[in-house]
């Protein structure tokens, strides 16, 4: 009974610790919407962001009549001036650093996906799995504080009718 009890605290220490974002993210720019504060919205794509710990989590959907294609090869996360190769849902984490290629996002339709750095990635000789790193250095919630006001910019090239489209989206930590 005492080891039941022990690990039902544990288990609950961790959900409170890391089963909630404590991220609280503003889309700072290109414009957003205020009733939606992490939504970029245009004539062709709306993107909504979640952002967790470790990852930026969104939603593209093609609101034009052709395909869009997502090049994940020169996709981005730029953190405190370092550019970082990104990966992304469905590239296995032992193949973080290779080629990957471009999700099609079809005319009419949406692409969930998440954005986390190559470098966050990690085996752990410890816990004999793979991790991720914070976006923002937070030691177990303890300098959250310290990173209010800093900013990541992510950086998704989009091709549209074979033109280039990169808009960088700056996310501001607001607490």
């Known amino acids: 009974m005492k080891y039941f009890l022990l690990w039902a605290i544990l288990l609950i220490d961790l959900y409170c610790c890391y089963g909630q974002s404590k991220y609280k993210f503003l889309l700072q720019s290109p414009e957003f919407s205020v009733a939606d504060p992490l939504t970029y919205n245009d004539e062709k794509i709306k993107i909504d962001f979640y952002i967790d710990r470790s990852a930026i989590n969104f939603i593209v959907t093609n609101k034009t009549k052709v395909p869009i294609k997502l090049i994940w090869d020169e996709a981005s996360i730029v953190i ?6 990104v990966t992304h849902k469905g590239i296995k984490n032992l193949d973080k650093g290779a080629s990957q290629p471009a999700s099609v996002i ?17 085996w752990s000789s410890t816990f004999k799995d793979w991790n991720y790193r914070p976006l923002l250095p937070d030691h177990n919630g303890r300098d959250l504080e310290q990173n209010k006001g800093k900013t990541i910019s992510m950086f998704l090239p989009l091709k549209i009718n074979s033109k280039m489209c990169i808009t960088p989206l700056n996310l501001k930590y607001m607490a």
């Open 106 to 122: 079809p005319p009419k339709s949406a692409l969930s996906d998440l954005a986390i750095p190559s470098e966050n990635v990690y």
């Open 80 to 85: 405190d001036g370092k550019a970082e190769k």
